[in-house]
């Protein structure tokens, strides 16, 4: 499989889940890539696993000028960027009435102005790559909320739903591809941070029964980055049969 053969590509919360599995299935697919996330360990080892295709540029999204040397040392280190996979994202699950506003900044700042600032710091360099891609994992949640205790995360997908396509409005003529995946369940780390104890255990039960594996996610946004020029996957979901609501 070479679908994805010289590309260069930044890929944000590779440090597990969807990120990770994106980061592996593009080396697989024939690009070279940079994992970004601020678990530094977790990126050097899978780094490692990938060999020389891959690079490790620890950062937290949430922190501006360490982004803007992360996605620098990436575009250095890989020669140019002309892919960026929006990945990072975390979840508090709780009613707004058990919620923290330390918990709501966490999301806000990880999933909507994390991928603002690594965008933006992506963009001079996926501008000069002669035709680049920008692909940003949302989540259905940003389409319907399915429980009170996912109001502010969903808050925090749709709104990267709007912003997707103001930026596919700002780029479409500077050779960039501006692309969105909705995933629904994914058996991920998500379910840890469900605040209340048993709905947490809940939670955990229905990702390991139900949840789509990371892999399978990172199958599609490889298959997206992969299409010819002439075609954009726009605004694509990703759900598992079992899920019904």
């Known amino acids: 499989m070479d679908a994805l053969q010289g590309r260069r590509i930044l890929v944000t919360g590779a ?29 050097h080892g899978l780094a490692g696993d990938l060999g020389e295709a891959a690079v490790a540029t620890p950062a937290d999204v949430r922190d501006e000028a360490g982004v803007r040397r992360a996605v620098s040392q990436a575009a250095e280190r890989l020669k140019g960027l002309d892919g960026l996979v929006n ?53 259905m949640s940003g389409r319907r909320v399915l429980s009170p205790a996912m109001g502010v995360y969903a808050a925090t997908k749709a709104g990267l739903s709007r912003w997707t396509e103001a930026l596919w409005l ?22 840890e941070r469900t605040v209340d104890p048993q709905q947490r255990a809940a939670n955990r039960a229905r990702m390991a029964e139900t ?23 726009g605004d694509v979901t990703i759900l598992p049969t079992a899920q019904q609501h």
Request: glycine share 10%.
């Open 170 to 191: 700002e780029v479409a003529d500077k050779g960039i591809r501006v692309m969105l995946l909705s995933p629904g369940l994914i058996a991920t780390e998500f379910a």
């Open 15 to 43: 440090s597990s889940g969807v990120g990770a599995a994106t980061a592996a299935a593009c080396v697989r697919a024939g690009a070279h890539v940079a994992l970004l996330a601020r678990r530094a360990d977790r990126i």
């Open 211 to 233: 949840g789509l594996d990371p892999a399978e996610v990172a199958a599609q946004i490889t298959h997206m980055l992969g299409q010819p020029r002439n075609v954009r996957l």
């Open 87 to 139: 990945a990072a994202g975390i979840n508090w699950a709780a009613p707004l009435a058990d919620g923290t506003v330390a918990h709501w900044r966490d999301m806000l700042e990880t999933n909507l102005l994390g991928a603002f600032t690594v965008t933006q710091a992506a963009l001079p360099h996926l501008t000069t790559a002669g035709g680049a891609d920008i692909l940003t994992v949302s989540s």
